[in-house]
């Protein structure tokens, strides 16, 4: 794959950083000739990814890394963003539909990330913390780089 | 994110700009509803026109301003969703559960 096809980068664990993530991703799928609304729900999906890592897999410490990778594999966004907590087991979580959880203030991250990806894995990151993987069709062109 | 607080009657408007996201506008809108609340109105209205982003802890936000409201017998009450914001509410079926308006003068008329 082509240099040009995947950027790596590292923010420290502050909300604020999410800002500069995406700036980043924003340029990006500009460049894949996304649409608007296609473009504003994998920035919702990614903000959720990078807030979990923050929040719940670094626990907001500022000298814990999240590290974010964006590629394009096979015709597919691939976005992985990676913490370095102990580990996260998501099969536990609650449904936020069902009535009971209804009027909880938390537990929709997740379930926006699915419905706004088409697939999201999570699972054990090279560095021992959770990775999740987001995955989104790409229908425009396929690169980062700019035509012009 | 910015908050513009506003009275009309006796209904507390408040009008919101920008994101209601993590580590921001959720804690702003949070303190603006609470604020509201302790000045003993009893109407609260929220202008969603100019939000542009909204996430989970914003939806979050959301749901615990209209539960504590509505434990403190306040009526909070929404107008204005952008298409998106309407449906992030949709998908987890929290619309059903706001009272959500057109616009302005039919919210302030809803009381």
């Given at each position: 794959m082509p240099d040009e096809q995947?950027?790596?980068?590292?923010?420290?664990?502050?909300?604020?950083?999410?800002?500069?993530v995406q700036v980043v991703l924003k340029d990006?799928?500009?460049?894949?000739?996304?649409?608007?609304?296609?473009?504003?729900?994998?920035?919702?999906a990614v903000r959720e990814a990078l807030a979990n890592a923050i929040k719940?897999?670094?626990?907001?410490?500022?000298?814990?890394?999240?590290h974010v990778d964006l590629a394009i594999e096979a015709s597919e966004l691939v976005i992985r963003i990676e913490d370095e907590g102990v580990g996260f087991d998501a099969t536990g979580l609650g449904d936020p539909l069902a009535p009971e959880n209804l009027l909880r203030p938390n537990?929709?991250?997740?379930?926006?990330?699915?419905?706004?990806?088409?697939?999201?894995?999570?699972?054990?990151?090279?560095?021992?913390?959770?990775?999740?993987?987001?995955?989104?069709?790409v229908s425009g062109p396929k690169t980062f780089r700019h035509d012009d | 994110m910015n908050v513009n607080v506003r009275q009309r009657g006796d209904v507390t408007i408040l009008d919101l700009k920008g994101k209601i996201t993590i580590g921001a506008g959720d804690i702003q809108l949070r303190n603006a509803v609470q604020e509201a609340m302790n000045s003993g109105t009893k109407k609260i209205l929220i202008d969603m026109k100019d939000v542009s982003t909204i996430d989970s802890s914003g939806i979050?936000?959301?749901v615990s301003a209209y539960t504590t409201a509505t434990n403190r017998g306040v009526k909070l009450?929404?107008?204005?969703?952008?298409?998106?914001?309407?449906?992030?509410?949709?998908?987890?079926?929290?619309?059903?559960?706001?009272?959500?308006y057109d616009n302005e003068e039919e919210a302030v008329n809803s009381f």
């Open positions: 995947r950027f790596h980068f590292a923010i420290g664990s502050r909300f604020e950083n999410i800002e500069l990006c799928l500009q460049r894949l000739g996304m649409d608007d609304d296609t473009q504003h729900w994998v920035d919702v719940h897999g670094n626990e907001q410490n500022p000298s814990k890394q999240v537990g929709r991250g997740i379930f926006y990330m699915k419905k706004f990806m088409d697939e999201i894995d999570y699972g054990a990151g090279p560095g021992g913390g959770t990775m999740v993987t987001l995955r989104k069709r | 979050g936000e959301l009450k929404l107008f204005c969703l952008p298409t998106k914001v309407t449906d992030i509410l949709t998908i987890t079926q929290l619309i059903t559960v706001f009272d959500v």
